[in-house]
């Protein structure tokens, strides 16, 4: 596996991104799983929002997101030359407040690219969950591999690294969209449906009034780059875990329902972690 990323890694980023909407595509023609979770999830933003996507261009762009990763990995300056960044200056006032930085980046857009940008301007620690496959959990670490930027697993001993880079003053990044595991987080409504939040960015955020900024990486047509977008967070999170996932939750609905077709709707957002009772109806 790790030849056929090589050789597809080396195509323009054109052309591998039409090798990944032919993928995204396959992906909702062949698999009912991934099918039915774009249509449902997609029909319940829509209900709430009423905008306007198509899912087979989301499909298409879940194809995208992961070959501009592999594009991004392989490509790493020339990916910085390719990305446009939309009020900077909010990002330099804020982590120039001395108090550290949160950046949360949901799956949207090439999300890869955001952490690779910030560790060109100053360290930042990521906390991520390791894949399943060892193949592709390799590739993501090469790939990934910065010496500004740090990648700690989710867990303790990575929370314990976010403390202490906050306390240097650094940046701090998380997927505030990604499932957390049982007792990490609440059940918060995301588009109208109960959906199992994390609650350690609205922790961080409250700890010493950290600036807290959401980013997106738009991608741009026909293999142009990508424009990144910061929003800093200017209410602050409830001091109560669960009115501030709903918080959360609706900072992130908002950004996406921006750009949706570039949102990663086949992510089973709604699932419930082992061990983590669903909520009362």
Do not use: C
């Not at 949207?108 to 592709?136: D, N, S």
């Not at 790939?143 to 650094?170: D, K, W, Y």
């Amino acid at each position: 596996m790790h030849w056929l990323t090589n050789i597809l890694g080396h195509l323009p980023l054109r052309y591998l991104q039409y090798v990944g909407s032919f993928l995204g595509l396959l992906t909702y023609w062949f698999s009912a799983r991934d099918k039915e979770l774009i249509l449902e999830n997609l029909s319940l933003a829509k209900g709430k929002y009423h905008f306007e996507a198509s899912p087979i261009e989301v499909a298409k762009s879940a194809g995208k997101m992961l070959t501009d990763s592999l594009w991004i990995w392989k490509h790493p300056k020339k990916s910085l030359e390719l990305t446009e960044l939309i009020n900077w200056e909010v990002v330099e006032n804020a982590i120039n407040e001395g108090r550290g930085l949160l950046m949360l980046t949901p799956h949207l857009g090439a999300f890869e690219m955001i952490p690779r940008v910030l560790a060109e301007h100053f360290p930042a620690t990521i906390i991520y969950k390791q894949a399943k496959q060892r193949w592709l959990n390799t590739l993501i670490e090469e790939g990934r591999s910065h010496p500004r930027m740090n990648f700690v697993p989710a867990n303790m001993q990575g929370v314990r690294q976010i403390a202490r880079a906050l306390t240097r003053g650094e940046a701090v990044g998380i997927l505030p969209d990604q499932v957390p595991g049982n007792g990490e987080g609440v059940w918060a409504s995301f588009f109208g449906k109960p959906a199992y939040t994390a609650v350690l960015p609205a922790k961080i955020a409250l700890k010493n009034n950290i600036p807290t900024i959401i980013f997106s990486a738009i991608r741009k047509p026909q293999g142009k780059g990508w424009s990144i977008f910061a929003t800093r967070v200017t209410e602050p999170f409830d001091a109560d875990p669960l009115l501030a996932a709903e918080q959360l939750n609706l900072f992130l609905e908002k950004l996406i329902i921006k750009d949706p077709e570039q949102y990663l709707w086949m992510y089973n957002r709604y699932k419930q972690p082992t061990g983590a009772p669903p909520p009362e109806r």
